[in-house]
């Protein structure tokens, strides 16, 4: 799959840079106001997908390109498609947004009606995923050992580690480990699988440092 590698708002403003088109005119051709084009190039927020596809069509540039992902700037670049996932609430289990997803489709073997996503509460997992970056997920209920997932314990709250199953039973393992030590011996019937984490989305890679 294609990493994301630049912002949304500078692959806008350098693709209006180059392209040599006024921004009033990219606001006539697409509908979208002024004051919505000026706030996505300064990233104060993103074009949800019929936006990106908009501007993409009036820059004739790769919407996947214009996402920030790792992909050819061309257009008739095709092996690369986007998809609405359903972001899910983890305490109340409904879907309180929807994100683009890029996948391949020269790959295959994909369940992409099995993928949603969840934003992290906490940073148990940083720096590969802090509290509020998104965790792209596919639906499972099983494991593999060295795999990533998002489980729940017993009566407890759905979490994200690392499983490792060893001599002595199971470790759910996170990557901050300093605050938040190793759960050692558990057993298979003490975890419930819930999905397995399959790409994350770590904004808090681009956020400025204090």
Same mark, same amino acid.
């Given at each position: 799959?294609?990493?994301?590698?630049?912002?949304?708002?500078?692959?806008?403003?350098?693709?209006?840079?180059?392209?040599?088109? #006024?921004?009033?005119?990219?606001?006539?051709?697409?509908?979208?106001?002024?004051?919505?084009?000026?706030?996505?190039?300064?990233?104060?927020?993103?074009?949800?997908?019929?936006?990106?596809?908009?501007?993409?069509?009036?820059?004739?540039?790769?919407?996947?390109?214009?996402?920030?992902?790792?992909?050819?700037?061309?257009?008739?670049?095709?092996?690369?498609?986007?998809?609405?996932?359903?972001?899910?609430?983890?305490?109340?289990?409904?879907?309180?947004?929807?994100?683009?997803?890029?996948? #391949?489709?020269?790959?295959?073997?994909?369940?992409?009606?099995?993928?949603?996503?969840?934003?992290?509460?906490?940073?148990?997992?940083?720096?590969?995923?802090?509290?509020?970056?998104?965790?792209?997920?596919?639906?499972?209920?099983?494991?593999?050992?060295?795999?990533?997932?998002?489980?729940?314990?017993?009566?407890?709250?759905?979490?994200? #580690?690392?499983?490792?199953?060893?001599?002595?039973?199971?470790?759910?393992?996170?990557?901050?480990?300093?605050?938040?030590?190793?759960?050692?011996?558990?057993?298979?019937?003490?975890?419930?699988?819930?999905?397995?984490?399959?790409?994350?989305?770590?904004?808090?890679?681009? #956020?400025?440092?204090?």
């Amino acid at each position: 799959m294609s990493n994301l590698i630049d912002t949304f708002s500078h692959r806008l403003s350098y693709a209006i840079k180059i392209k040599d088109i #006024r921004p009033v005119d990219i606001s006539k051709t697409t509908g979208i106001s002024k004051t919505n084009l000026s706030c996505y190039m300064s990233g104060k927020y993103e074009a949800k997908q019929d936006g990106v596809e908009l501007l993409a069509e009036a820059l004739n540039v790769n919407p996947v390109w214009l996402m920030g992902y790792d992909v050819p700037m061309d257009r008739n670049y095709e092996k690369d498609k986007i998809i609405e996932i359903n972001v899910i609430n983890l305490t109340t289990n409904e879907i309180i947004n929807k994100i683009p997803f890029v996948y #391949r489709t020269d790959v295959e073997n994909q369940s992409i009606d099995n993928l949603f996503a969840i934003y992290a509460t906490d940073n148990s997992m940083a720096p590969l995923l802090d509290e509020n970056d998104i965790a792209i997920l596919e639906k499972a209920t099983t494991f593999s050992s060295g795999g990533t997932y998002l489980l729940k314990l017993k009566n407890g709250f759905p979490i994200i #580690r690392k499983i490792i199953k060893t001599t002595h039973g199971i470790e759910l393992q996170a990557m901050n480990m300093w605050n938040f030590p190793v759960q050692e011996n558990l057993k298979e019937e003490d975890i419930e699988i819930l999905g397995e984490v399959i790409r994350v989305e770590n904004s808090s890679a681009f #956020r400025k440092k204090h």
